[in-house]
């Protein structure tokens, strides 16, 4: 059968790269795919240093320094909440330890070692960045087929995340005609193809309707739930209230608060996190 006229996912990673190179460097700008670890998460076989650890990590750009001093811990079967305002640093915290920008100071580390040091990096990350660029010319499903084959990811993964994210009505269509929302439902089951053990979404729930903030919270629930460390950043404190376990809290670049959400509570006196978050700013701008 000519190479043509194969599916996607009958195609082998490297037929994949020469077909279409620009996949790889977007794999590593906007969507890092892990493979699939399900027999390392059945054996929960847990590093010595695991989970994440980032201390003093510093960075500017030109003069405009966006990271002045970030501290921020993420454990396995726990889910951290990375808040802060608009411009706060939540974004550049993500990239750089994702190694998709070089910090000026201080260490971003996952399970122990810097994502670059790791020998397969992408074996170990799943995540999704806020800036999304997709081919606009690309069928959904093989948008997805597509990243399966370059993971190593079983191909039944693809029917099963466009089920779960609810995708199956358009799944068939090219991407240019998506909306923000359903654009956003494929950068998840992008990241999630591979059930990786790491977890990292960016403002996941940005563009989707009252369902998809739905599945993107049970998901989170899910992946911690089978021991996986999970970090999400939002600005929008209501929509992960009640799934955070730990929490850590930027203003102007540096950690204001972190800690569980009980003993965030604890120290500040408040209750919701909207009070938490308020009571930290106030403190910190004090
Ligand atoms: N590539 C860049 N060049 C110059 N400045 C940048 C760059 N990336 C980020 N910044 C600046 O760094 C600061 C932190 O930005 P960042 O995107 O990390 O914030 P954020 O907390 O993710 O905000 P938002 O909630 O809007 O997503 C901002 O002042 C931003 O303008
Ligand atoms: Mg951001």
């Known amino acids: ?43 929960t076989h847990v590093p010595p240093q695991s989970g994440i650890r980032i201390t003093a990590l510093e960075k500017s750009f030109g003069s405009s320094r966006a990271l002045r001093g970030v ?10 909440g990375l808040l802060g305002p608009n ?35 992408s074996s170990v990350v799943g995540a999704v960045l806020d800036s ?3 081919d606009p010319t690309m069928r959904g499903r093989d948008h997805l087929r597509v990243y399966a084959t370059m993971g190593g990811h079983p191909s039944t993964r693809v029917e099963d995340c466009i089920k779960a994210l ?26 999630l193809l591979g059930d990786p053990r790491v977890v990292i979404l960016d403002e996941p729930t940005n563009g989707l309707d009252p369902d998809g903030i739905h599945w993107v919270r049970e998901a989170l629930q899910d992946m911690s739930s089978r021991g996986n460390t999970v970090v999400v950043s939002s600005h929008v ?12 809290i930027l203003r102007g670049g540096r950690t204001a608060a972190s800690g569980s959400l009980a003993e965030l509570r604890r ?3 408040a209750d919701t996190l909207e009070e938490i978050y308020r009571a930290t700013m106030e403190r910190a701008a004090a």
């Open 237 to 248: 404190l209501a929509e992960f209230e009640h799934v955070l376990d730990d929490v850590t």
């Open 87 to 121: 411009g706060s640093g939540k974004s550049t915290t993500l990239k750089c330890l994702l190694g998709l920008c070089r910090a000026d100071a201080g260490q971003a580390l996952i399970h122990g070692k810097t994502y670059a040091a790791h020998p397969n990096p």
């Open 71 to 80: 501290n921020l811990r993420a454990e396995p079967g726990r889910i951290t």
């Open 166 to 191: 609810g995708m199956r009505d358009y799944a068939h269509r090219r991407v240019g005609g998506w909306s923000t929302g359903m654009r956003q439902r494929l950068s998840l089951a992008t990241a």
């Open 132 to 134: 999304l660029t997709m």
């Open 267 to 269: 120290r500040t006196g």
């Open 1 to 43: 059968m000519p190479a043509a006229a194969r599916s996607a996912n009958a195609l082998g990673a490297e037929e994949v790269r020469r077909a279409r190179p620009h996949l790889t460097f977007r794999i590593n700008e906007n969507i890092i795919t892990g493979v699939n670890d399900r027999i390392s998460n059945a054996t």
